[in-house]
């Protein structure tokens, strides 16, 4: 999978992270799978396995399900842990992020 995506790094921006229904119990679904079945010379459904089992060894992951073509996740409570303990030790920094440059936004309306 490594060499589809260094041979596609464009592919990457389309791969999107979303929180699935409620009814679905995971935490993410992805559609990794299907921006990257063609220039793996796969089917999605197939991919979304090979990836799933990928998936399942990350340490911060509970469970992966496969539905389809889609890679449903459920994170597990070290990782909810973690988080908050970030949040907490920031403080009021918290997502404050990296001073890059500075931008001007203008909102201009026509009525």
Do not use: R
Request: aromatic share 10%; hydrophobic share 40%.
């Amino acid at each position: 999978m490594g060499e589809v995506y260094s041979q596609n790094p464009k592919l990457a921006g389309a791969v999107k992270f979303v929180i699935p229904p409620m009814e679905t119990g995971c935490d993410f679904s992805t559609n990794a799978s299907m921006v990257f079945a063609k220039a793996s010379g796969k089917k999605p459904p197939e991919l979304a396995q090979e990836l799933a089992k990928e998936m399942e060894k990350i340490e911060y992951i509970d469970s992966v399900k496969v539905a389809g073509a889609y890679i449903n996740l459920v994170f597990s409570g070290k990782l909810w842990e973690k988080f908050l303990c970030d949040i907490i030790a920031e403080g009021n920094h918290f997502g404050d992020g990296e001073k890059k440059e500075k931008v001007l936004l203008e909102f201009v309306s026509a009525n």
